[in-house]
């Protein structure tokens, strides 16, 4: 069994590459339909749990979907690719599971809150109406990401405590949290609760479930170095 699934996810990772000579964006669309459609499967998430074989493809496949996201012109197919990601982050379990990923994962999240990925021909309000679900679409990876970043933060600080390395971990948590709040989590959420956008009906709840998560799971800032011996 454990082949026949390294099999399955080499193959996918092939047809979702939309690079690959061999395919092309439309195959790379069919596969991220027939992978979310095998992700939505209680028997394969059961199958997951009891032999994980994602882990090693899920920093290819989010490579990939990615550039899916990019080449597609269509709001709505990019929306069905950020929702594998998210199925993906749901299906990956485990202590801080996906949370090494989290820089692969966020990079691209502002470039496409912004301007949608960079594409979609104006179709009036259901255009809108798609933006609006690809907007939610960032908001549920933060949401299910955060938590991923809160365990793996706990476990790395346990980790540093026994090895002593406590300050040098401390510092680094600190920067990757400032960087996450500055950089994506602050203007996202400014933006999606600004009552003046067309979308903000649509919007508001998304955003009041990711300040949340926000809330719950971003870990405090680490306390100061002590001072210096006198």
Same mark, same amino acid.
């Given at each position: 069994?454990?082949?026949?699934?390294?099999?399955?996810?080499?193959?996918?990772?092939?047809?979702?590459?939309?690079?690959?000579?061999?395919?092309?964006?439309?195959?790379?669309?069919?596969?991220?339909?027939?992978?979310?459609?095998?992700?939505?499967?209680? #028997?394969f998430a059961e199958a997951?749990?009891?032999?994980?074989?994602?882990?090693?493809?899920?920093?290819?496949?989010? #490579?990939?979907?990615?550039?899916?996201?990019?080449a597609a012109s269509e709001l709505e197919n990019?929306?069905?690719?950020?929702?594998?990601?998210?199925?993906?982050?749901?299906?990956?379990?485990?202590?801080?599971? !996906?949370?090494?990923?989290?820089?692969?994962?966020?990079?691209?999240?502002?470039?496409?809150?912004?301007?949608? !990925?960079?594409?979609?021909?104006?179709?009036?309000?259901?255009?809108?109406?798609?933006?609006?679900?690809?907007?939610?679409?960032?908001?549920?990876?933060?949401?299910?990401?955060?938590?991923?970043?809160?365990?793996?933060?706990?476990?790395?600080?346990?980790?540093?405590?026994?090895?002593?390395?406590?300050?040098?971990? %401390?510092?680094?948590?600190?920067?990757?949290? %400032?960087?996450?709040?500055?950089?994506?989590?602050?203007?996202?959420?400014?933006?999606? #609760?600004?009552?003046?956008?067309?979308?903000?009906?649509?919007?508001?709840?998304?955003?009041?479930?990711?300040?949340?998560?926000?809330?719950?799971?971003?870990?405090?800032?680490?306390?100061?170095?002590?001072?210096?011996?006198?």
């Open positions: 069994m454990g082949s026949e699934m390294c099999i399955r996810d080499s193959l996918f990772s092939c047809a979702l590459d939309p690079d690959n000579p061999r395919t092309d964006l439309v195959a790379a669309l069919q596969a991220i339909e027939a992978l979310s459609a095998l992700l939505h499967d209680w #028997t997951e749990k009891k032999d994980p074989s994602l882990p090693p493809f899920l920093g290819l496949y989010l #490579t990939h979907v990615y550039r899916v996201i990019e990019k929306r069905k690719a950020l929702g594998l990601i998210n199925l993906l982050l749901k299906v990956v379990r485990g202590r801080g599971g !996906g949370a090494s990923l989290a820089p692969l994962i966020l990079e691209p999240l502002p470039r496409m809150w912004a301007g949608g !990925g960079g594409g979609g021909e104006g179709k009036g309000g259901r255009e809108e109406g798609v933006m609006a679900d690809l907007r939610i679409g960032i908001m549920q990876v933060l949401i299910g990401l955060l938590p991923r970043l809160a365990a793996a933060a706990a476990a790395a600080a346990a980790e540093a405590e026994k090895n002593n390395s406590q300050l040098q971990q %401390q510092q680094q948590q600190q920067q990757q949290q %400032q960087h996450l709040v500055s950089s994506l989590l602050l203007p996202l959420l400014a933006d999606a #609760t600004d009552i003046s956008r067309p979308e903000a009906g649509t919007l508001l709840e998304g955003a009041l479930r990711l300040w949340h998560t926000t809330f719950l799971y971003l870990p405090p800032p680490p306390p100061p170095p002590p001072p210096p011996p006198p």
